[in-house]
């Protein structure tokens, strides 16, 4: 049984990066806008969190874009094939990301943030303060190409800032 969600724009991501890349988009200082319609008391508390959790939609992408079969992360051959739903990118049947950036002050319903992979423009569904309580339980695993692909400069930039 498919069961339909509606759900409503929150925000916008105002500045940064411009050009879609399938790769780093980190370093770019960006602002979440939040829609007028919400007071500015939703806001009231977060500035005291060093880190948001943000649920986007890839707005450039088409469903054209999705891809339901295995295939090489980037189309690079040196990693195994892998399914839709072990990539991160908008080939995803919704076509929807989570980001964690780093959130560096709020100016009234501007959540100014640094490593946000959205570009200007993106339609933000859903913001929330990065619990580290709520993060990853256990030994964290995965293959090696990950790491291989993402290291060792994927967040470089980022780190030199911390």
């Known amino acids: ?37 919400f007071p500015l008391e939703t806001l009231q508390g977060l500035d005291a969190f060093s880190h948001l959790t943000v649920l986007w939609y890839f707005h450039k992408a ?15 051959t040196r990693w195994p094939a892998t399914g839709t739903f072990v990539h991160r990118n908008h080939r995803r049947p919704n076509q929807l990301a989570t980001s964690y950036p780093r959130l ?8 100014v943030v640094t490593d946000l992979d959205a570009v200007d423009g993106t339609p933000v569904y859903d913001i929330a303060p990065y619990f580290e309580q709520m993060g990853p339980r256990g030994q964290v695993y995965q293959p090696a190409w990950p790491r ?4 060792p400069n994927y967040w470089a930039a980022a780190a030199r800032t911390l």
Do not use: C, N, W
């Open 62 to 76: 088409s469903p054209a874009d999705v891809q339901l079969h295995a295939r090489s992360p980037r189309g690079d």
């Open 1 to 37: 049984m498919t069961m339909m969600l509606q759900i409503e724009q929150i925000a916008t991501v105002v500045g940064g990066h411009t050009t879609v890349v399938d790769d780093y988009q980190g370093g770019v200082e960006s602002v979440i806008r939040l829609d007028d319609r």
């Open 148 to 151: 291989e692909m993402l290291e």
């Open 104 to 111: 560096l002050k709020v100016v009234g319903r501007d959540l």
